[in-house]
């Protein structure tokens, strides 16, 4: 079986508080883009769970969350035959876009479809909140508004079609960072989300990048100039607006035209700012929980 576990841009992201057990109240509007790491499942003769990834620097045991959420259905559920899973990255690792968590997504999905498990959309979203605050998410997809830790998740209409141009610098930004350099009292700007919910509604995609904020970018952006740089970057050369993904460090754009995104691609490329470019669009829920390749 192989699955697509595909990466996600905040169009949105607002930090409301820290709550007594550690975890933060965040409220978010999530997007998926067509940027994906794949993922090969099969039964195997060796007993366990053997993971293998195409990136030396990602681990393949219990710390990849892959393995967790693998591993998480098969103890509830006494499997003991083995499973392999070839895990191959093309999501930027610690980039903000969600890549471990898609892949613990698709780990989830994949092994209640190979051992035939039986356990609906959501009762899947209900383990895999164990795995990571975002891996509900991943399992639902599309366009969603995300409370509480981010598991509270309400589905919203398609975004009308535009493109999405992804740059990612070389440095990295863990999340733990990204947050001690949020004051929650001293956050200047908080977004429009409910007035962004409303744009979403209405089908007005101007509107709704003109709301584009993201409270963990001052931050990052005091700290690494290059996401400043490459979002400027992108705006001069067509972007409707750009801005920084989760907890960084990748910086989107969205394009209402094609030819601007090529344009603005070029661009980026040619101004060594960003390690990794990728052009691409959105991707929307079928219905369906995740697509085969
Ligand atoms: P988020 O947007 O959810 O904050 P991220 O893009 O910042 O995610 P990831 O790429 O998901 O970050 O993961 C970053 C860390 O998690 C790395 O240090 C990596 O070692 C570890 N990790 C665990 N599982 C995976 C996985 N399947 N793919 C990539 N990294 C993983």
């Known amino acids: 079986m192989r ?5 996600k841009i905040n169009l949105a992201l607002d930090v409301l508080g820290k709550r007594e057990d550690g975890y933060h109240e965040v409220r978010m509007i ?13 039964k195997s003769d060796r007993p366990g769970i053997t993971l293998l990834t195409n990136l030396p620097y990602v681990p393949t045991d219990e710390r990849n969350l892959v393995y967790k959420a693998a591993k998480m259905l098969m103890d509830e559920f006494g499997i003991r035959e083995g499973i392999t899973i070839k895990l191959e990255k093309f999501i930027p690792v610690s980039a903000g876009m969600a890549g471990g968590s898609s892949d ?12 035939r498990l039986g356990l609906g959309e959501k009762e899947l979203m209900e383990r895999a909140v164990k795995v990571g605050a975002d891996v509900p998410y991943c399992i ?13 998740l309400t589905p919203l209409p398609r975004v009308p079609e535009c493109y999405v141009l992804v740059g990612k610098p070389g440095i990295n930004v863990s999340t733990r960072l990204a947050y001690e350099n949020l004051d929650l009292k001293e956050i200047q700007r908080h977004p429009d989300i409910d007035g962004m ?11 709704m990048v003109s ?14 100039p290059v996401i400043q740089k490459i979002r400027e970057n992108m705006e001069e050369h067509g972007a409707l607006r750009a801005m920084m993904s989760g907890s960084g460090p990748a910086v989107f754009g969205i394009f209402d035209s094609e030819k601007k995104l090529e344009t603005a691609a070029a661009a980026l490329k040619e101004s060594g ?4 470019v990728f052009a691409t669009d959105l991707f929307h829920r079928n219905g369906g929980t995740v697509d085969d390749e």
């Open 140 to 152: 639902l997809r599309g366009t969603a508004l995300a409370e509480g830790i981010g598991e509270k």
């Open 104 to 115: 613990a997504a698709a780990a989830f999905v994949g092994v209640n479809r190979l051992f």
């Open 3 to 7: 699955l697509r576990a595909m990466a």
């Open 197 to 207: 919910l409303e744009d979403i509604g209405k089908g007005d995609l101007y509107g």
């Open 273 to 276: 700012l960003a390690r990794s």
């Open 211 to 224: 709301k584009m904020e993201n409270v963990f970018e001052p931050g990052i952006i005091r700290e690494y």
């Open 30 to 42: 999530m997007q998926t883009i067509r940027m994906y790491d794949s993922l090969d499942i099969r």
